[in-house]
């Protein structure tokens, strides 16, 4: 019996969660493969029965191409210690039961840092969580985040204008672009929909206004300027959201929503962009459609991009996650 062991190469740096096995046992006269094992620092950790076709190798060991030499297994190997060496044997074991086993291999490789079962969704990488999860429990808004963009940060301060200016913003969750703001020396008011959000933004001093989501509990032309981060595409009817912003902040409006235009982008990846296409929302905007949107209620609208994608194009070109459009009445800015 002859063991080939192809995948992953030694020193490789691999991720344990997600481990592909590959290579191809060569069977002798009345031979027969009973499994074929995957051992970490000695420690059985997988195993594989199933062996399939090669062609490639039963051509160059001149067998019949239907045979069946070749195993693939994607093994799960949660390590003690992330970003180590480790040692990865594979044996196999024959039907007539013997031990030793009849071919065995081993190489040395390394973990990478990260166990991306830390991040958001990291469930799905626990392979003790076998029940089936269902679209509520993949496509949700999930919390509001207590941090916010630098880049988009520095957007609102370049258009907000000079302060003082008297600020809503609209949708503002735990308020972290309002802390800034204040700093600045803005007269920053949040308004927000969420109970618990609205007792974080008690809690920590935060000037604001529970909202049912339909109208602003402010007089017309309250505000110098709005700000609406990631809330435009969560709302039933758009027109009647930017209507009441008007109408209480008639001057300015700062916005950013998901950036729809990455779609199509990303098509060559089979790749979805991450938070676009949750649940919830329900409007996708490209520069084109915000824009004529925006100008519905406020003659002048720029809209640009930002927050560059981790992912190029394949030809190398950058991508943008979200828009932010600036919109204003000259006669009221």
Known sequence: MRLQWDLPAAGERCDPLCLKLEGWVALGPGEEVAAVEFLVDGVLRGQTACLAPRPDVAAALQLPLERCLGFLHFGHFPPERWGAPARLEVRVRGRDGGSPPAA??????????????????????????????????????????????????????????????????????????????????????????KPADCAELARLGLPHRQVD????????????????????????????????????????????????E????????????????????????????????????????????????PLATPEGTPVYYQLFAVAWDPARA
Not at 131 to 147: A, D, L, M, T
Not at 154 to 174: E, K, M, Q, T
Request: proline share 6%; glycine share 10%; charged share 25%.
């Open 213 to 260: 989501g339909r109208s602003l509990p402010f007089p017309d032309a309250s505000f110098d300027a709005a700000m609406a981060i990631e809330v435009l595409e969560h709302t039933e009817d758009p027109r009647a959201f930017l209507a009441e912003i008007r109408r209480v902040a008639p001057g300015r409006l700062l916005i950013s929503v998901p950036n729809a």
């Open 262 to 309: 990455l779609i199509p982008y990303l098509q060559h990846y089979q790749a979805a962009p991450w938070h676009l296409l949750e649940g919830d929302h329900k409007n996708f905007f490209t520069r084109w459609s915000l824009g004529a949107q925006l100008r519905e209620f406020y003659p002048r609208v720029e809209v640009m991009c930002h927050r560059q994608y």
């Open 104 to 193: 065995q291999a081993g190489r040395e490789l390394s973990w990478i840092e990260r166990d991306y079962r830390g991040n958001h969704y990291g469930v799905l990488l626990d392979a003790a969580t076998t029940r089936v999860f269902h679209r509520e429990n993949i496509y949700g808004s999930g919390p509001s985040q207590p941090g916010g963009s630098e880049e988009l940060l520095g957007l609102v301060r370049g258009h907000a204008g000079a302060p003082p200016r008297r600020i809503i913003d609209v949708g503002c969750g735990l308020g972290w672009y309002g802390r800034h703001l204040r700093q600045d020396g803005h007269d920053w008011t949040g308004a927000e929909m």
